[in-house]
């Protein structure tokens, strides 16, 4: 099967800690991003990746950081920096049909602190 | 101002009602307009996009876009208990999408 995979479901955080979210996708598509969902704020862009070794900042990098070094996998670390993590992560990766990127999204990743 | 507006209020509706759901969005150059749906707990999906102004069909749902006052509208007839979900507006410009903060839609049998 196709699709988008995000690991782990839930994830606990301690004061300090870093973690890291994992994102895989096999639909051999090119573009993968992060978004941060809160209750009434809608999705927000944190990370995306347009081409392996590649990756720009969205509009709530701060504390945040990713790597691209495979087409699959697109992890996203939240680091100790982050003072405010706690929220529903989603993975996506896209298709550029003709002149627009249609965006599939995973199941997302829902981060505590504890 | 923000690339998509959308009212984040919660909506109820009977079972059979129409549910009208609603964004206005900013740049005037956006062509491409998607809607996506969100179960609780899940990723969202996407249900349709249209490309400029006009209507789009699918069964019960049928997107609209009206360029000239810059006003989306997603409808769906014969509203069922599993189209209870939070319904998200998108635009696509500068390279990326811009999502409204969605609206909640429940349903009730």
């Known amino acids: 099967d196709g699709g988008i995979t995000q690991s782990p479901k839930y994830l606990f955080r301690k004061e300090g800690q870093n973690v890291t979210l994992s994102c895989e996708q096999n639909?051999?598509?090119?573009?993968m991003y992060w978004y941060r969902q809160d209750p009434g704020q809608g999705l927000r862009l944190i990370y995306y990746?347009?081409?392996?070794?590649?990756?720009q900042k969205g509009d709530i990098a701060e504390g945040y950081s990713v790597s691209r070094e495979k087409k699959e996998s697109f992890p996203l670390t939240v680091t100790s920096a982050q003072k405010n993590p706690t929220a529903f992560y989603l993975c996506?990766?896209?298709?550029?049909?003709?002149?627009?990127?249609?965006?599939?999204f995973g199941p997302g990743t829902r981060l505590l602190v504890l | 101002q923000k690339e998509v507006e959308q009212d984040p209020g919660p909506l109820s509706v009977p079972e059979g009602a129409i549910v009208s759901l609603n964004c206005t969005y900013s740049?005037?150059?956006?062509?491409?307009f998607m809607w996506y749906r969100q179960y609780s707990r899940k990723g969202p999906e996407l249900l349709m996009y249209?490309?400029?102004?006009g209507n789009k069909e699918d069964g019960r749902f049928t997107a609209q876009v009206d360029k000239s006052s810059k006003y989306i509208s997603l409808f769906i007839r014969d509203s069922q208990p599993s189209d209870s979900a939070t319904y998200l507006c998108?635009?696509?410009?500068?390279?990326?999408?811009?999502f409204g903060k969605g609206n909640q839609v429940v349903v009730i049998p």
């Open positions: 740049n005037s150059a956006f062509q491409y």
């Open positions: 998108a635009t696509y410009g500068n390279n990326r999408l811009a």
């Open positions: 996506a990766s896209s298709i550029n049909l003709g002149l627009v990127e249609t965006q599939y």
């Open positions: 990746s347009q081409i392996v070794n590649d990756f």
């Open positions: 249209t490309y400029s102004s």
């Open positions: 639909l051999n598509h090119d573009a």
